[in-house]
């Protein structure tokens, strides 16, 4: 069950860390697969039309693309790997064992991108045109590959399909949020390497306004695909299953309003795209396409965002928890306890205290900790404050019908009554406020 230590990082949580290296590293990498087409696509564009203004432009962009995309997205996407294999180990091997095949071209193809990325950089104007063009098309054909792999893996943690009876890894792969997420991505991608394009334009010292303008009308073409963005989502809405469908329609508020905004702020800005700068040739400043690319960062990441939300309670839909439980170990926990099955927790709190285990504290740890950090990100004991004891102990055993994106509690009734007392006492312990709501409840909290 929890054969591995848990970590616990104080006031974020390990999901917190892992999700601010994933964001640097969704934002880097989408950048970095379409900065390959805009590379490739611009070279043929600015070659066939003798455009020196493009060609000198794509050279510096390719430079930014080395720089930025390859260090810091090798850095993050390293730094993924450290942090979920401790935050998340046992749903990380799970997908390491389930995947092992598609990993491993995952990795032929990052080792493609970088290599073809590279030779790109090194080689303008020691190839021919024609070399040059094939490596640019290389490097995007493999940048975008491991997007593919990458998304397979990802969209099967929130919809495993028939996998889930069948086991079969194409089942896995094939699954139902794949394709949707492909596109939603590579959408994502393109407007993310238009706009980081915009930007460098303006920061660029040897282009004067008429080339600047030529780059950002150029760059713009790869921003109007955002107006796919909402058929796209529709799409992606409706292969989700049920309990992830209403969060996101009212279920979890946050999920909803981070849904909405991901949508309306893209298509805007891809509204903005065609109609103003495509179709009007409008020239934007340096502040005004830092401000639409941030826009487009914060929907691309609030995109991600309700990915990762609506997955709850589980890391992989129907089998595995948030917690590191799988579904059908409920049972046997229940009636062995969490603690028999949690060697490493013990020998830790154990070592700690001197004396027996604190079986409340190792609950918490174990069950509650992936979402809820004591003294920090979504703190349990506001949200508890205005219960009475009875309720506390009533709701525990139903943590999963109050806000069905949480994990059951088990463990056994001694157990459980553990975590209630450590909660009651941690609430008792905290805060004016606390005395106050105490306060308020004693005629209720007799016990
Ligand atoms: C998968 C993530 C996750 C796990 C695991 C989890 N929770 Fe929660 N829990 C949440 C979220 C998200 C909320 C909503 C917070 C809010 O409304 O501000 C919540 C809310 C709560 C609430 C308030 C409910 C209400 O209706 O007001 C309690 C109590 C609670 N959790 C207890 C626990 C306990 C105890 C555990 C461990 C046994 C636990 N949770 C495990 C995510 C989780």
Redesign the pocket.
Known sequence: MWEYPDWNVPRLGGGMVIAAIATIHVLVAHFSVGAGFLLAIGEGRARKTQDAVLLDFLRLFSKVLLLAGFVFGAITGVGIWFSISIASTRATSMLIHTFVWFWAMEWVFFLVEIVAGYAYYTTWDKVPGTVHRALGWTYAAAAWMSLFLISGILSFMLTPGEWTETRDVWDAFLNPTFPPTVALRTVSCLAIAGLVAMLVANLSRSLDREGKTRVINFSAWFLSPLVLMLPFAAWYFAELPQLAKDLITGG?VAMMMFFLFGIVASTLVGLYAYFGLIRARRYINLETSLLLLSIAMIATVSMEFVREGVR??YLIYDHL???GLVKSEIEKVNREGVLPNAPWATLATRAEAGGGPRTGEI??NL??S???VLGGF?D?VP??RP?SREL?VY??DR?HE??P???P?VGTPEERRA?ADT?WELKEGSGDRGEEAAGNDQPGSGS
């Open positions: 979890a709850k309670p928890y948030s917690n609950l918490f069950q509650c992936q979402c809820h979504n349990l949200l508890i219960w506390l709701n525990l943590i109050l806000k994106f949480m994990p509690l975590l909660l």
